[in-house]
């Protein structure tokens, strides 16, 4: 079965202070993973994804085959972070999205 | 209004009623689709349409029942639901049916909470 997981439910950090926030996945084939976020009163949107090599408001992940992992970084957190994150996978012919349950971030000032 | 959009946005029903929920999408897609978001569970995919054509049915209940008129609008037909299908519903579009490694992007509404009393 394919899988998500997210540890931590909630992350609370202080602004300037790094922050990561864990994703590790179960699949069997080869892996196609994404960033979701979600801000107060906001509709879930993409943040990232791994095919894209690419940094969206400084935040970066790095696929790790290796260790099965997608943690979502940032070097210095803001405030304006603070929201929802979810962790997806891409499977099957179909390219389903399964998504993890989520890690709310809290960028203190 | 652009993107996705979903009414309504809040639902209380009874077990024994028949409601809908709508989602139309401005943005010329394809692909539609309804995710649930339950309490303490992740986002799960529940239908998917491609060009006004069912392409999955992740074994939902048939008290779930969806309509798909044409590639703008979605509706889900809810009846005689059960108190543990509240959750918060949402709809996605994309440009096409979304395949792993295509670059494809999935739009979602803001979602409509229901309630089942």
């Known amino acids: 079965a394919q899988r998500v997981t997210q540890p931590e439910k909630l992350l609370s950090v202080f602004k300037g202070a790094p922050v990561e926030l864990k994703c590790n996945y179960s699949?069997?084939?080869?892996?196609?993973l994404f960033w979701y976020v979600q801000y107060s009163r906001q509709r879930l949107q993409l943040l990232l994804r791994?095919?894209s090599r690419e940094s969206i408001k400084g935040f970066t992940a790095d696929l790790n085959k290796g260790e099965t992992s997608f943690h979502l970084k940032k070097p210095f957190a803001q405030e304006e972070d603070s929201a929802m994150y979810y962790c997806?996978?891409?499977?099957?012919?179909?390219?389903?999205?399964?998504f993890g349950k989520g890690t709310k971030l809290s960028v203190k000032p | 209004e652009t993107g996705v959009t979903q009414t309504p946005r809040h639902l209380v029903m009874g077990m024994t009623n028949k409601k809908s929920l709508k989602c139309e999408q401005h943005?010329?897609?394809?692909?539609m689709y309804w995710y649930k978001q339950s309490a303490k569970k992740p986002l799960e995919l529940m239908f998917v349409?491609?060009?006004?054509?069912?392409?999955e049915n992740n074994s939902v209940p048939s008290r779930f029942s969806p309509e798909c008129p044409n590639s703008s609008h979605l509706f889900l037909h809810l009846h005689t639901l059960q108190p543990e299908d509240s959750a918060l519903y949402l709809c996605?579009?994309?440009?096409?049916?979304?395949?792993?490694?295509?670059?494809?992007?999935?739009?979602f509404g803001e979602g409509s909470w229901l309630t089942v009393v």
């Open positions: 997806a996978l891409k499977e099957g012919s179909q390219g389903n999205l399964i």
């Open positions: 699949y069997s084939g080869s892996p196609e």
């Open positions: 943005l010329g897609h394809n692909a």
């Open positions: 349409y491609n060009f006004k054509e069912q392409t």
């Open positions: 791994h095919i």
């Open positions: 996605a579009s994309s440009q096409e049916l979304d395949r792993p490694f295509s670059g494809n992007t999935i739009y």
